[in-house]
């Protein structure tokens, strides 16, 4: 039997209607690894982030989380066994304060007995939530949406975080910002999995990594391995690095 | 000021205390599920007939009527939402509309045929009370004071509670909501519930003031559901304070012209209201 916390999926197959964005994936994530999933726009990252937090189903393949099938789990269920997603571009409550949203985020009854103890624990990793507290989500800026968002996540004491581009739409220093908190919570021995266009940072971040392309996985392996894999650098790296270099200095 | 007058003005806050309950039932209903409850001044229609029935006809105390009016109209609420909503969830919502429409017409001729359309009165006043130089419905007074009570639990609940606070969310965002444990179907239970109660309770407020008939629902349905957008669909604030303004404009305007007139001029201050800001007065 597989670990306690481990996350396991084989030959998922996925989509939309009649349109089909996912081809048997395999994709494992053991307790306490940090794993990324990186790939070009529309490769099928944020439909696996789905699948895994139960708002579309597989229509094949098996996904488990601590030796449990969760092909019959309802979706609301999943932050119950331990399984946190942070959504692609945040989908914080706007109208909803800083605290109500992450209130909301602590809504399963074993979350609610330990809210403030997490919450102060949030507010411990991002000061500034603790400051606006009271404001509304909406008017915040996006570094700080996206720190309320990850708190959001935290309030019901997950054992696995998926991270659906963090980063996407920040100044490069709020982007550090949030891959040092990855880190944090790293060390504190969560589980975490995180899709990420921005390949070199997170391949800093993470233990290991997916390179997934239309829908299906097209290498893996050590981030490390990955990051020096030419292949790799030329589309992902290359790419990523060269948005920063005027186009009349860039090779070929 | 004209003593008449003043007493136009405060007699318009009490209708409007009255107004604001079915208004924030439907918008709650509204915001949660997304779906009009056509139907809901009918079930304030049910519920004045309970109240009727179980003081006048099987001699309760007029308090245990009340008590039993409440969660019999918040079942009914729950009946609404599984039998008829529910599984017009993913239907075009002019369907949806449709349905609770017929709900409408069926509860207006289950009434005609168990009560017929003799108007009913629950026989119940208090005395009038003197404010300085004007006189107040005793009646009138309490109901405002209950209606208040009513908004300010619902308030608390809103504010307070997890639950509230995720119904507050997913009026803004139900796609997600699954990721923070949050079953949408258990919400919108709980919402049609608390939309039925606060049927329930006006309906325990207006047939104090109103004799109960099968169409007494059209004699304020229809200015619900202005007010309601009037304030902004889904707004309970908004519509809590259309709600007041309606009530001040209806008995101001009855003082002026005549009761009749009044609603004209309510009517037409909602048509302009529509070309002016069709989003709604309190919509930011
Ligand atoms: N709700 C939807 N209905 C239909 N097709 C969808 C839907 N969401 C995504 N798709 C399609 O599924 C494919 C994978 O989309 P997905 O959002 O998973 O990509 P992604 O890797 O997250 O892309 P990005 O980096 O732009 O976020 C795309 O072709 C997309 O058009
Ligand atoms: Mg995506």
């Known amino acids: 039997m597989s670990g306690v916390g481990t996350l396991e999926l084989s030959g998922i197959h996925a989509g939309y209607g009649d349109f089909q964005a996912l081809f048997g994936v395999d994709l494992r994530v053991e307790p306490g690894e940090a794993v990324g999933v990186v790939g070009p726009n529309g490769a099928g990252k944020t439909t696996l982030l789905r699948v895994i937090s139960g708002l579309i189903r597989a229509s094949a393949g098996t996904l488990r989380f601590g030796g449990a099938d969760l092909a019959a789990v309802p979706a609301h269920e999943l932050p119950v066994l331990g399984i946190a997603h942070v959504p692609e571009n945040r989908r914080l409550f706007p109208q909803l304060t800083v605290e109500e949203n992450l209130k909301v985020g602590a809504y399963i009854k074993s979350a609610r007995a330990r809210f403030q103890e997490r919450r102060d624990h949030v507010f411990e990793l991002f000061p500034r939530l603790k400051q606006r507290r009271h404001q509304l989500a909406g008017t915040m800026s996006g570094g700080e949406q996206q720190m309320c968002a990850i708190g959001r996540a935290l309030m019901s004491g997950p054992r696995i975080l998926l991270l659906d581009e963090p980063s996407a739409g920040l100044a490069p220093l709020v982007v550090q910002q949030v891959f040092d908190l990855v880190r944090r919570i790293r060390q504190e021995g969560l589980t975490v999995l995180i899709v990420e266009q921005n390949v070199a940072q997170v391949l800093r971040v993470v233990d290991r990594a997916y390179v997934l392309e239309t829908g299906r996985v097209a290498a893996e392996g050590a981030s490390a391995a990955l990051a020096a894999d030419p292949a790799i650098r030329r589309s992902y790296l290359g790419g990523a690095l060269s948005a920063w270099i005027p186009s009349c200095w860039r090779p070929c | ?284």
Not at chain 2, 124 to 151: N, Q, R
């Open chain 2, 1 to 284: 000021m004209d003593p008449f007058l003043l007493e136009a003005v405060l007699n318009g806050v009490l209708l409007g205390g009255v107004f604001a309950l079915p208004v924030l039932g439907l918008n709650l209903v509204f915001g949660v599920v997304d779906v009009i409850w056509l139907c809901y001044a009918e079930l304030v229609m049910v519920g004045m007939y309970i109240v009727w029935f179980l003081h006048t006809q099987a001699g309760w105390p007029l308090a245990l009527a009340f008590a039993t009016c409440l969660p019999a109209i918040a079942v009914l609420g729950l009946l609404l939402h599984l039998l008829v909503v529910r599984p017009l969830l993913a239907a075009p919502p002019i369907n949806q509309v449709l349905a609770t429409g017929g709900v409408l017409f069926v509860l207006q001729g289950a009434a005609t045929l168990v009560f017929s359309t003799d108007f009913r009165s629950l026989g119940v006043e208090m005395p009038p009370i003197e404010l300085g130089e004007v006189f107040v419905s005793g009646t009138k007074l309490a109901a405002f004071v209950a209606a208040l009570l009513g908004a300010a639990v619902l308030w608390a609940f809103l504010k307070f509670t997890y639950v509230g606070t995720a119904i507050r969310a997913i009026a803004r965002d139900r796609e997600v909501m699954p990721l923070m444990g949050v079953d949408p179907h258990r919400i919108y239970l709980i919402a049609s519930a608390a939309g039925g109660a606060l049927a329930g309770l006006a309906a325990c407020l207006l047939v104090v003031q109103l004799d109960v008939h099968p169409f007494v629902g059209l004699s304020f349905g229809p200015i619900t559901f202005m007010i309601c957008v009037m304030g902004g669909l889904g707004n309970m604030l908004g519509g809590f304070l259309a709600a007041f303004l309606m009530g001040l404009i209806v008995s101001v305007g009855g003082f002026y012209g005549d009761t009749d007139m009044s609603y004209v001029v309510a009517f037409l201050f909602f048509i302009l209201v529509m070309f002016i800001r069709p989003q709604g007065l309190f919509t930011r």
